[in-house]
């Protein structure tokens, strides 16, 4: 086999080389380096080849196909180069079609994103957005959130090298503080955008992704005002009634706090990768602004009170069009964004 392999290759060689247009050098291309082709033909043999002869036949055919494959290329180069020389400078095919300019579109994020502002703004809300380099203060401190957090770790949390009390921002929480303390109360604003975080990358997490926040500060703002806001943002987004659940869970800015789940639009509560099996997908983090953020922002929690709420715009994105891998949103991966 070894040697119809070179035989093979000096006749396919030959052959290429004598090949005067650009049609006999696709004829011979089919020949001998085509599905059906000479060089196929003698490979379709090594699966029946033992020992050591299998493995080094193999080696030998994938060297001659690159070598074929290679003079082909520099030939179809050389054919097109000069069929431009044999072409006037004026050169004019008024019968080619004209070409249409690539025009992009929005990423599926920017496109909820957008969706979501309109849902808010509809409501009464501020669009506002923040700083990604953030202080530990507005990050962590004046969200209630002490030194001895586990949030405060390098482990999940980006630092800035050489640059003490410094980080990526890890949630669009950092502007709740920052808002009262320019704008006061009442209030009722969102604050989405990018955020980081050290995490270990599978189907539902990675360490760049976008929020969304959302604050409201007024007199006698009950958990009924927050249930409200929610339901009619899920309602705005997926053009339907959406059940979701409370659970109780510990956010340091949220007195009381909660897991909001949102019933899983992929598998309609049957259960599959996304939700983890369970019908149901961790979506909101939320409750009534904590007294000590308050009182960061300048007001007094005696007279006022608020709810707050921070969710993950790409896991509402996956919902909203059955994606199952967080991971493609950054990907930069064509054939994924030109869905949308």
């Not at 001998?32 to 036949?57: C, M, N």
């Not at 320019?182 to 599978?202: M, Q």
């Not at 339907?240 to 509560?269: A, H, I, N, Q």
Request: glycine content about 8%; aromatic content about 8%.
């Amino acid at each position: 086999m070894e040697l119809d392999l070179k035989k093979l290759k000096d006749q396919a060689m030959a052959e290429f080389k004598k090949s005067k247009t650009l049609a006999d050098l696709d004829k011979l291309e089919t020949k001998y380096l085509g599905r059906k082709g000479e060089l196929s033909a003698i490979l379709r043999k090594v699966k029946d080849l033992t020992g050591e002869a299998k493995p080094k036949i193999g080696q030998l055919a994938n060297q001659i196909k690159l070598e074929l494959e290679k003079i082909v290329a520099e030939l179809r180069h050389e054919f097109g180069h000069l069929a431009d020389k044999a072409k006037p400078a004026h050169y004019l095919d008024i019968t080619l079609p004209g070409q249409k300019p690539a025009l992009g579109h929005l990423h599926p994020i920017t496109i909820i994103t957008r969706q979501l502002e309109e849902v808010f703004v509809k409501m009464g809300f501020m669009v506002l957005e923040g700083p990604e380099l953030e202080s530990e203060y507005y990050n962590f401190e004046s969200l209630n959130i002490p030194a001895t957090h586990p949030a405060r770790d390098i482990q999940d949390t980006f630092y800035i090298k050489d640059q003490p009390g410094w980080l990526l921002r890890t949630q669009t929480s950092n502007q709740q503080v920052r808002t009262m303390e320019k704008y006061g109360a009442p209030l009722r604003a969102i604050f989405p955008g990018r955020v980081f975080r050290c995490e270990a990358t599978d189907v539902r997490h990675e360490t760049t992704f976008y929020q969304l926040e959302g604050l409201m500060i007024d007199k006698d703002i009950s958990i009924a005002h927050l249930v409200t806001a929610l339901k009619v943002m899920l309602k705005g987004i997926f053009k339907k009634d959406v059940k979701v659940r409370l659970r109780p869970g510990y956010f340091p800015f949220v007195e009381p706090g909660f897991e909001v789940d949102v019933s899983c639009l992929l598998c309609d509560g049957e259960g599959c990768g996304l939700c983890k099996k369970t019908g149901w997908v961790e979506m909101i983090g939320a409750g009534l602004v904590h007294p000590k953020v308050l009182q960061a922002g300048g007001l007094d929690p005696k007279i006022w009170s608020g709810f707050a709420f921070g969710m993950g715009i790409n896991r509402l994105v996956m919902l909203k069009y059955g994606i199952d891998d967080i991971r493609l949103f950054m990907s930069g991966d064509l054939r994924f964004l030109e869905q949308f």
